[in-house]
């Protein structure tokens, strides 16, 4: 009985323990400078001057999922079972394991993702392009446009490189 008793208690007690808020992590670059940083998955993110990156300490089970305002290039760890997610404004970058440039600052009507390697699909709203290496999606906030256009994809990161 005093088991019984005991196993209810403990029971009862775990679960009316409340559960602790997600622990964000904000990286942030001041005006004119840039940054490299790593994230908990081993991806490598390079923030552009004036930008933030949001993401969580730990990871869900079922996706990496961060936020940016501003511009950062991304080398994304593959893992086809935790997909890769940028939330930039309206614009949503979703990859497995690729590289690439998103141009996301606020007050911006333009938004912008460029692809280097591997392969993404970008959604705004119901909308969804998948980009291939050279590909940029473009999304016009004013008039509410998305579409694709093919680029040199070099010269949309070359900023992380000095150039």
Not at 38 to 52: E, G
Not at 93 to 115: I, R
Request: glycine share 6%; with cysteine.
């Amino acid at each position: 009985m005093l088991f019984t008793v005991g196993s209810v208690f403990y029971y009862w007690g775990s679960s009316s323990v409340p559960k602790q808020p997600d622990v964000m992590n904000r990286l942030l670059t001041a005006n004119g400078s840039k940054g490299r940083f790593v994230l908990p998955d081993s991806t490598v993110v390079w923030l552009n001057s004036n930008s933030l990156l949001e993401y969580p300490e730990t990871f869900s089970s079922s996706a990496r999922e961060v936020s940016l305002s501003g511009e950062a290039y991304f080398e994304v760890r593959r893992n086809e079972k935790l997909p890769f997610r940028v939330q930039a404004g309206e614009m949503k970058v979703e990859v497995l394991g690729t590289e690439f440039n998103v141009q996301a600052y606020s007050g911006d009507e333009v938004v912008k993702t460029t692809l280097n390697c591997g392969k993404v699909r970008v959604m705004m709203g119901k909308e969804a392009l998948e980009l291939a290496p050279d590909q940029q999606a473009v999304c016009d906030l004013r008039h509410r446009r998305f579409h694709k256009i093919e680029v040199n994809a070099n010269y949309f990161s070359a900023w992380k490189d000095g150039k």
